[in-house]
C-alpha cells in the first residue's frame, strides 16, 4: 500500500515509517524541514531514498495535492509545549490541522485514515479499565484540550461514515526517540538525581515499537470507522522503581508523597500560574492525576493483532533505559 505519514520526524512517526517499510508498504512522508527528516530516519537505519519527502507544513495548502498519490495516510503530526507563547500554534497544530487532515483524506478516498489520538482525550478514566469508547472529557491542561478537541473532531467525521481509525496510545515509551519526550525526560531526571518518587496507583506505558506494528496492521481499507486501544501495560510506582534500579544498577531512593498531597500541590500551582502567567510548571493537577489515577487499558482488540510480537511496557522500560544510557542521558 502506498502510505503517506505526517509527524514523521517525531518519536511515533519515525518508528511508523520503519514498520511500514519492513512491513513492504511504500511511504511518503511530509516534513517542514526534509534534513531533519533525513537525520531522524538515519537513526533508525531507514536511507532517505526508501522514502519519498515532500517539504511542507500540515498547516499550508501544500499537502492536499498530494492526497491522491496515497491509498492511505497515518497522521502522526502533533505538539505539546509548555511554553504560553506556543499555546495556538499547538491548537491550531493539534486541532485545526487534525481536523483538515483526516477531512481531507477521507474525502480523497483514502482508506484507511489512522489518527494517533491518544488516551489523555479521555482522561481521567471513568471506571476500573478505559475503553475505546469512553466520551471524551474535559481535561485541566491547554495540550489535554487540544487532544480532546481533535478527538471530538475524528469521532464527528466517523459519524459521518468517514473510515477513521483512532487508536489510543498511553504514555509511549521505547528506544531511540529523536524527540527525547516528556516521558523519557521525567525518568531520566529522576534516575539522575539519585531518587524517584513512590506515589500511589501507577503509570500505563505502551511501547513505541508495538504501537508502529499495530498501526501497520490496521492498515487494511474496507473496515470503516473504528476506534482500538493501543497496548498498554499497568506498572505501580514501585515496579517502576525496581526496573529503574535493576537496568541502571543504580540506587535510586524512593520519595513517598500520598496522591492526595501530589494533586494538591498540583492544584496550587495551577492557580498559581493562571494569576502570575509564565509556562506551566512541571507539575499540574493533571500532571498530579495522570500519575495517581491511571487505570489500566482494554487492550485486548491490539493485543490479539499483535500476538506473540508483543514487546510490552517492562521491556520497553528497560530497552529505553539502556538507549539513555547509551546516549549519556542518564549517567553511569
Known amino acids: 500500500m502506498n502510505v503517506l505519514v505526517t509527524g514523521a520526524t517525531g518519536f511515533i512517526g519515525s518508528h511508523t515509517v520503519t514498520q511500514l517499510l519492513r512491513a513492504g508498504h511504500t511511504v511518503g512522508v511530509f516534513a517542514r524541514d526534509p534534513e531533519k527528516q533525513k537525520s531522524v530516519l538515519a537513526g533508525l537505519g531507514v536511507a532517505s531514498e526508501d522514502v519519498v519527502c515532500h517539504r511542507g507544513d500540515v498547516l499550508d495548502d501544500?499537502?492536499?495535492a498530494l492526497l491522491p498519490q496515497y491509498q492511505a495516510v497515518v497522521h502522526c503530526?502533533?505538539?505539546m509545549s509548555k511554553n504560553t507563547a506556543d499555546m495556538q500554534k499547538m491548537w491550531d497544530l493539534n486541532v485545526t490541522g487534525s481536523e483538515?487532515?483526516?477531512r481531507e483524506s477521507a474525502a480523497?478516498?483514502?482508506?484507511?485514515?489512522?489518527?494517533l489520538s491518544s488516551f489523555m482525550a479521555m482522561f481521567p478514566p471513568r471506571g476500573p479499565v478505559m475503553n475505546a469508547d469512553d466520551p471524551v472529557t474535559?481535561?485541566?491542561?491547554r495540550y489535554a484540550r487540544t487532544k480532546a478537541q481533535a478527538e471530538r473532531n475524528a469521532r464527528a467525521l466517523q459519524a459521518e461514515g468517514a473510515p477513521i481509525v483512532c487508536i489510543y496510545p498511553a504514555s509511549v515509551n521505547g528506544p531511540v526517540d529523536p524527540t527525547v519526550g516528556s516521558g523519557q525526560e521525567f525518568l531520566a531526571n529522576y534516575v539522575n538525581s539519585g531518587s524517584m518518587l513512590v506515589t500511589s496507583g501507577g503509570l500505563t506505558f505502551t511501547d513505541v515499537r508495538d504501537l508502529a506494528?499495530?498501526?501497520?496492521?490496521?492498515?487494511?481499507?474496507g473496515k470503516g470507522p473504528r476506534r482500538i486501544m493501543a497496548t498498554a501495560d499497568y506498572l505501580t510506582h514501585q515496579q517502576i522503581l525496581s526496573i529503574m534500579q535493576e537496568q541502571t544498577g543504580m540506587q535510586i531512593k524512593p520519595i513517598k508523597v500520598p496522591g492526595w498531597i501530589l494533586r494538591t500541590a498540583g492544584r496550587l500551582a495551577d492557580v498559581k500560574q493562571r494569576a502570575f502567567g509564565g509556562p506551566a510548571p512541571d507539575l499540574t493537577y493533571e500532571a498530579a492525576s495522570?500519575?495517581?489515577?491511571?487505570v489500566p487499558q482494554n487492550d485486548e482488540e491490539a493485543r490479539a493483532i499483535l500476538g506473540a510480537q508483543l514487546i510490552g511496557g517492562e521491556q520497553s522500560l528497560r530497552d529505553m533505559v539502556d538507549w539513555m544510557q547509551a546516549e549519556g542521558l542518564i549517567g553511569p
Open 100 to 102: 483538515r487532515v483526516l
Open 138 to 141: 474535559e481535561p485541566d491542561s
Open 108 to 115: 480523497a478516498g483514502l482508506d484507511p485514515v489512522i489518527f
Open 77 to 79: 503530526a502533533g505538539m
Open 62 to 64: 501544500t499537502w492536499v
Open 290 to 294: 495522570v500519575l495517581t489515577r491511571c
Open 213 to 221: 506494528l499495530l498501526v501497520s496492521r490496521l492498515l487494511e481499507p
